[in-house]
């Protein structure tokens, strides 16, 4: 219908513009960036809070952020360091972190079913979640070394797209089967987690063909997705006892809100509340905007667990 048509135009035009809007802002540098392994990808850069925390000073609450990008590799930690320097302009510590994402196959190998042989593979199995649980192991004491001004005790997760999934996931790793690498005996010391447009239900995100076959390229293809799912899905990880808050736009086309009510259904039926809050007229890319007002509605949402 003509209608229809016009309404998406609409739709792809506005996505577009929120897309050009967070992608215009210069990349911020950090105050000090310091490994946590060997590979190039295995650093964590950190930003001190610009403002003070209160009138009386102290240590500012941790913000660890884990950027999107479909795990792929042509995004990288850079394209989230306005959004950094934004919650460091508001009185949180900041360490973005980076993690080894997927490449480009080789053509006729390590291609999914239906992706082709071109472009970049979504993530690694297992070194995306090797690098995200040892940079969050790493984390206290890097803290302590390079970023006295923060409290590694007041410490929220926040994550954007395939970031919001680590983010999730990374709060989970004591809900992984006994024989995961990456399980951890008791819940991480997090204040809470707060996951933006995440891509937090692959069963969904794959129905939905959420940036393609990307779920089923992160757990290492066909062959190894249905296997893998337990040790990687976020919604097959719950309840995880750490205050979770899911940030949504309703407009988001690129990772639909099905998703992320999915993931709220399956922590009600495990017994857990999830906040999930549902902005109108907001795509997938505001929310990590320095000049869209979802960037704020983010950062009081981490404020509130932080504090």
């Keep these: 219908m003509p209608d229809d048509a016009a309404a ?14 967070a992608f215009s802002h210069a990349a911020v540098d950090p105050d000090v960036t310091a490994a946590y392994g060997a590979d190039p990808d295995q650093v964590i850069d950190f930003y001190a ?8 000073g102290g240590l500012a609450p941790l913000v660890v952020v884990l950027h999107g990008g479909a795990w792929r590799a042509p995004y990288d930690r850079r394209h989230v360091t306005p959004f950094a320097d934004f919650l460091v302009r508001r009185g949180f510590a900041v360490a973005n972190v980076e993690y080894r994402r997927g490449g480009v196959p080789i053509p ?15 993530g690694r199995w297992p070194e995306t979640f090797d690098d995200v649980a040892a940079a969050m192991d790493a984390l206290p004491a890097l803290v302590r070394e390079f970023l006295p001004q923060a409290d590694p005790r007041r410490m929220v997760v926040t994550g954007h797209s395939a970031g919001g999934h680590l983010a999730l996931w990374a709060a989970a790793r004591h809900l992984l089967p006994a024989d995961a690498a990456w399980r951890i005996d008791r819940p991480a010391p997090l204040r809470g987690v707060v996951a933006l447009a995440p891509i937090a239900d692959f069963t969904v995100a794959e129905k939905l063909d959420v940036c393609g076959v990307a779920c089923r390229q992160l757990l290492g293809g066909e ?17 995880t006892g750490i205050a979770t808050t899911l940030v949504q736009g309703r407009a988001d086309t690129v990772v639909p809100q099905a998703v992320a009510e999915a993931y709220a259904d399956a922590a009600a039926k495990a017994g ?21 007002d979802a960037c704020a509605v983010v950062a009081e949402e981490i404020a509130q667990l932080a504090w």
């Design 223 to 239: 062959e190894g997705f249905t296997a893998r799912l337990p040790y990687a899905d976020p919604a097959l990880l719950l309840p």
């Design 272 to 292: 857990e509340v999830v906040g999930l809050t549902l902005l109108e007229d907001v795509g997938h890319f505001p929310l990590i905007d320095p000049a869209a």
């Design 108 to 122: 006729g190998q390590g291609a999914v079913a239906g992706a082709g042989d071109v472009g970049p593979v979504a």
């Design 8 to 21: 998406r135009a609409a739709a792809e035009a506005r996505a577009a513009a929120e897309e050009e809007s």
């Design 49 to 56: 809070p610009r403002e003070a925390v209160s009138p009386g």
